[in-house]
């Protein structure tokens, strides 16, 4: 008899003696197995969490990539560049840096036998130009300071150096400019950069002169860093996020405060409040924060907006792992209403209040199964879906913020594309080694980052900061 058959035989022998005992058994059985289904349910949830359903990196997701499945309507447009738009090919200049002629000699026509054409006038030219860069080399000034002997005192005296000429020999604002740009823009690590150097110009690089330079930015830069946190905090709509970086073999927070014009990094120890408040943008900006429901920026007396797109991605989950129907309908209703034309206009108040009641009947339909547990209920562990129900409850109007004022972007793309740039800087260089690194790194891409938003090129902008005379960024918003 196998084991099964012996334990159902026990059982119904228990049965017919002890019935009350068989129930007890039962219930606890059952009892077990709804505890293990609902663990199994939770684990399985877990596998499923990728970067497309949940806030995690797509760098978390392996070697196994999930298939990319857009949350974003069809437009039903063609892909690649659509009508209208201006394109951007080479062209030709007016004013050519070098002209070569290419003399016609004889006649090329195949009907005279090859004329000589020497004495001919010239009718006109056909013109082809050729984009190309100069030798890569590194030009040397020397300069020469005169020295005389006062007729009538007879102490040698010297002539005054130009500005900037503070050493024998040193390198110029240009070079120290390429520097700037390559290591702090394009992220090369030093050796990589010092290889390039020594490539293109025949002189390596050293790693003082390259600290050197990059804190002689830092000081310069000062000034530019506190305009752009005026700007900041003036700003109509700020966008906030932060994300960890290792310095000096300890986990730091590289935190960005940004608008369409402005961009500030700063670099702390800590991730919350702490933080943000030595920083000195959130505690004297008042106007809308978007951001993706990190509760320490709570804290700050600013009119809160939350990045939808982060909640796309947990409905998603909700819907495709779960089966939360609701989670669908409120995905494709935030869906409509930011495709609609009224939003970028602004909702009147009687159309946001209808938006709102239906806002409240999906929250409903998903509290038929998922109720809110109530006061005094304990601090057991919640599910995901009434977690977020919750969520979705108390902060309505952070979610919905974007139907209030149409100033107010669907998402805080702007700021997490900012700060995108400090997982790839991990990546090629690894960790920063000192914290004054790190704060020098902040505080020049800040001034890098703006630079960019306001069309300034940057290779112009890193020379400007070498030189000491860095761009000053427009505070005024627009566009907004």
Known sequence: MCELSRRREELLVLASRQPEVVVERVLALEEQLLNSQAEN?????????NSTNSGKPPSSDGLQKPAPRSLRAKTGRKPGGQPGHPG???????????????????????????VPLEDVPVLDYERRQVFDLPPMRLEVTEHQAEIKRCPISGVS??????????????????????????????????????????????????????TQTNARAYEALAPVEAAIIRGLIQAPVLHVDESGVRVAERLHWLHVASTILLTFFGVHGNRGSEAMDALGVL????????????????????????????????????????????????????????????????????VFKEAHRHYNAIIRKGRATHPRRLHGQGRTKQDKATNLLDRLEDYDLCVLAFLIDPNVPFTNNQGEQDIRMIKVKQKISGSFRTLTGAQCFARIRS??????????????????????????????????
């Open 41 to 49: 349910l939770e684990l399985k949830g877990r596998l499923a969490l």
């Open 88 to 114: 951007r090919t080479l062209k030709q200049v007016k004013t050519p840096d070098h002209t070569e002629v290419h003399s016609l000699h004889t006649c090329t026509c195949g009907h005279c036998g090859g």
């Open 157 to 210: 005296v010297r002539a005054a150096f130009p500005s900037g000429v503070d050493a024998p020999v040193q390198y110029g604002p240009h070079f120290r400019g390429f520097t700037l740009y390559f290591f702090n823009e394009q992220l090369l690590p030093f050796d990589r950069l010092r290889k390039t150097c020594l490539d293109l110009f025949g002189q390596p690089l050293s790693l003082g002169t390259l």
């Open 283 to 350: 505690p004297f900006f008042r106007f809308w924060l978007v951001h993706d429901h990190w509760k320490a920026y709570y804290k700050y007396m600013a009119l809160h907006a939350l990045c939808n797109q982060h909640l796309l991605r947990e409905l998603k989950f909700l819907f495709e792992q779960c089966g939360e129907l609701w989670a669908a309908d409120l995905s494709r209703f935030l869906l409509d209403w930011k495709a609609d034309p009224r939003t970028e206009e602004g909702l009147d108040e009687e």
């Open 447 to 480: 001034y890098l980052s703006t630079c960019r938003k306001q069309g300034i090129n940057l290779w112009d902008a890193c020379f400007q900061a070498a030189n000491g005379q860095p761009f000053m960024p427009t505070l005024q918003e627009s566009g907004l």
